[in-house]
């Protein structure tokens, strides 16, 4: 698998910006549209069923918390790119303990279970060698999101892929930031540019076992989109 990236994807660069500015008047003003996009998957979650309802509810208690304002942004991109909520909440379980709660009641509602990681491999991130607890943390996390991925594998992918071998960038930058508020508030805090080579593997081992049926998806695509190629 290619390494993530790609014409349509962020740079790391991107974001950095209004990571660093807080929630200031002028900040929330900005990220005022974001919350209106991101809105829409509220909308969207409020059905019928509990699950949705409870998806929703703790959407909206995130955006009600002005500590993670500079992830807004993120999150309505991948809003507007129709990605399933419960991934998004998936992420943001790293920090946000409504997130983890909600995440995990999916996870047992689906009646998966959440094994106990291997911790006899060692996490490294840029020059720093995790303790056990943040290894645990952060394992443990990776655990959660192939759960959730698992669920509903095709949909999820269709919307966070460009193409067979790369990922919008959305879904890097946005991972890569809540890694750096989970080093921060472990009081071990380590620069944006350090954490996005363990963004990258994290989400390389997530996406790995399923590309070949996404290579098959765009396969189709591209297909559907030029039926007269299959007779060349």
């Known amino acids: ?132 607890e943040i290894q645990e943390k952060i394992l443990f996390w990776t655990a959660r999101l192939e759960l959730v991925m698992s669920v509903d594998t095709a949909k999820i992918l269709s919307r966070l892929m460009v193409d067979e071998g790369n990922i919008d960038g959305a879904v890097l930058q946005l991972t890569t930031f809540v890694l750096v508020d989970f080093f921060r508030d472990m009081g071990t805090p380590i620069p944006y540019e350090e954490l996005q080579p363990l963004t990258i593997k994290i989400l390389q081992d997530i996406l790995e076992p399923h590309m070949d049926m996404m290579a098959k998806h765009f396969e189709a695509v591209r297909a559907e989109k030029n039926p007269s190629a299959k007779d060349e």
Not at 90 to 99: A, E
């Open 1 to 132: 698998m290619s390494e993530f990236g790609g014409p349509e994807s962020f740079t790391p660069g991107e974001g950095s910006t209004s990571a660093s500015e807080g929630v200031s008047e002028s900040a929330k003003a900005r990220f005022a549209q974001a919350q209106q996009q991101i809105k829409q998957i509220i909308k969207e979650e409020k059905k019928s069923r509990k699950r949705d309802d409870r998806v929703a509810a703790t959407i909206r208690q995130f955006l009600d918390d002005d500590r993670f304002a500079h992830l807004f942004q993120l999150i309505s991109r991948l809003a507007a790119m129709d990605c399933p909520s419960i991934f998004i909440l998936g992420v943001l379980s790293l920090i946000h303990q409504g997130s983890l709660e909600t995440v995990e009641e999916f996870i047992t509602e689906n009646k998966m279970l959440l094994e106990a990681p291997d911790m006899t491999s060692l996490v490294v991130a840029g020059k720093n060698k995790l303790s056990p």
